[in-house]
């Protein structure tokens, strides 16, 4: 079990009574997927422990009360605050057409409309507005938005992204 196999899927924000209960925060687009979630994994001093999830209630927004199979007082819980929590990349939809996960792209070829190929996908900037694609090529760093607009398809069985980059936009970083 490796971590590369999970995803993360939020953290534990703080406990919630005196019983042990949880709030988990959810960092996902679409939290119906999580309603019958049944299982966790939280990282604990880097380790992935699975926790068997007893009943969990959503509140607003992307949080939910949780209270956890295996812990029973508030002194247990408060360990777990902070926490991240994960699930396997197996329990992912799958997603289609432009859409897609940032891990699932990763070693994907671009392929510009105009320029040909720039190289595969070392990673995903999301820190920003909105994702980037950060590109290998020749030891460089091109980093292209990852908008509608610029990217046309996605053919995963190719591992290919096709993409039209504004005029100029590659040129900045050869």
């Not at 949080?63 to 926490?83: K, N, R, T, W």
């Amino acid at each position: 079990m490796k971590k590369e196999d999970f995803y993360y899927l939020g953290k534990i924000v703080k406990t919630s009574g005196y019983k042990g209960n949880l709030v988990f925060f959810f960092d996902v687009d679409d939290i119906s997927h999580y309603q019958d979630l049944e299982a966790v994994f939280i990282d604990i001093a880097g380790n992935l422990i699975p926790f068997a999830i007893r009943s969990i209630a959503f509140t607003k927004g992307a949080q939910a009360f949780v209270s956890l199979m295996d812990i029973h007082s508030q002194d247990e819980a408060e360990a777990l605050a902070g926490c991240s929590l994960y699930l396997p990349v197996s329990y992912l939809p799958e997603l289609s057409g432009k859409n897609f996960y940032f891990h699932e792209i990763i070693g994907f070829e671009v392929m510009d409309e105009t320029l040909g190929a720039l190289g595969p996908v070392s990673g995903v900037m999301d820190q920003t507005s909105q994702p980037v694609l950060i590109i290998v090529r020749d030891r460089k760093e091109i980093l292209v938005p990852a908008s509608d607009e610029i990217i046309m398809k996605i053919d995963r069985k190719a591992r290919k992204i096709f993409v039209k980059t504004p005029e100029g936009l590659v040129d900045l970083y050869l």
